[in-house]
């Protein structure tokens, strides 16, 4: 059939649609590409004031999925980590397709480790995750907001305005060293998730269509993985159970099927001095939704609230 993908502008974002476009081509359906502009977009051009109510949930889907709603698209790939844990009962995701690296990587001109770089370096990420979990291993780092699309972040990197960046290595990876201008070996390090443990849903990508649009459901299915659906999901419930979208600093990872699969969460305190971190394995009769939430009440019971919502 004939079907239009919905997805933003980014370099990231549009290698994403392209993948799943080249997929869906494969099983002999037509695919066109619409680049719809969204909030999140509008927000990393300079100068741009933050609109009141506006919380960071939703900010790279609203205007896409304004473009589903009205028939002007037929599906959109999205970073399911961007996605927020609830989905507006007007869509569903057709298909989580197979998972690339979820960790999160050091990008860095100069110094070979996060434990090498030098006292008091300067680190461009502007996530609250990546900055407590940094600052429980290097409480001297220093953070510049720096925000952006990679190659943006990329940029300012090469101009010296830090001297390494953290970011998802899937990113990375899905766009290429040589696309993005750097040395293949600026990739310093791919964190072990006990050591900086990813957001939930990273290095994972979502289809959203219609709810109940048979013919593109049907079609988008052949693309669904059900071991990554099954993870991340199990980790997008701990997120919903301990009420973040992505700018709470809570890591999840679940990985591994049956028997062998382990999630491993954190949440940190926003100076990263404290932090509650566990490993649990779930039950054969557990769904995604009641290990995550088994996962999150585990988290509550060692404090997490705490550290969420700090009192003093
Ligand atoms: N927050 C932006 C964003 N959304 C998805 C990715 C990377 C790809 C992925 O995690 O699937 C990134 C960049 C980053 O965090 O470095």
Redesign the pocket.
């Known amino acids: 059939m004939n079907l239009r993908i919905g997805s933003r502008g980014s370099a990231?974002a549009l290698w994403q649609a392209e993948h799943v476009a080249c997929l869906l081509r494969a099983h002999g359906h037509e695919v066109s590409i619409e680049i719809i502009k969204t909030t999140g977009d509008r927000m990393q051009e300079p100068g741009f004031v933050v609109p009141a109510g506006v919380d960071g949930k939703g900010i790279f889907t609203k205007e896409i999925e304004e473009a589903l709603a009205a028939g002007r698209v037929d599906l959109a790939v999205h970073?399911?980590?961007?996605l927020p844990t609830e989905l507006n009962p007007a869509f569903e995701l057709g298909a989580i397709p197979e998972r690339?690296d979820?960790r999160d990587a050091l990008i860095c001109p100069e110094w070979l480790l996060m434990h090498t770089l030098p006292i008091g370096a300067r680190i461009g990420t502007t996530?609250p995750r990546r900055r407590a979990q940094l600052l429980a291993h290097r409480p001297d780092f220093q953070f510049v907001p720096i925000r952006g699309n990679?190659d943006t972040r990329l940029r300012k990197l090469r101009e010296g305005q830090c001297d390494a960046l953290v970011?998802?290595a899937?990113?990375l990876d899905?766009l290429g060293p040589e696309k993005l201008n750097m040395p293949p070996d600026w990739v310093r390090q791919r964190f072990d998730p006990e050591d900086i443990c990813p957001?939930p849903?990273?290095?994972?990508?979502a289809i959203e269509i219609r709810s109940g649009d048979a013919a593109v459901g049907e079609a988008v299915r052949l693309l669904h993985c059900e071991t990554t659906a099954w993870c991340v999901d199990a980790e997008r419930a701990v997120l919903a159970a301990l009420g973040g979208g992505?700018s709470v600093p809570i890591g999840a990872h679940c990985a591994g099927e049956g028997k062998f699969r382990r999630m491993l969460a954190c949440v940190v305190a926003e100076d990263g001095d404290r932090m509650v971190q566990i490993s649990r394995t779930p039950e054969e009769e557990d769904t995604p939704q009641s290990f995550g939430e088994f996962v999150a009440g585990e988290l509550e019971r060692r404090g997490a609230n705490e550290l969420l919502h700090p009192t003093v």
Do not use: P, V
């Not at 970073?79 to 961007?82: E, H, T, V, W």
């Not at 849903?201 to 990508?205: I, K, P, S």
């Open positions: 990231l970073s399911l980590k961007d690339a979820s996530s990679i970011l998802a899937a990113g899905r957001s849903g990273q290095g994972a990508l992505c």
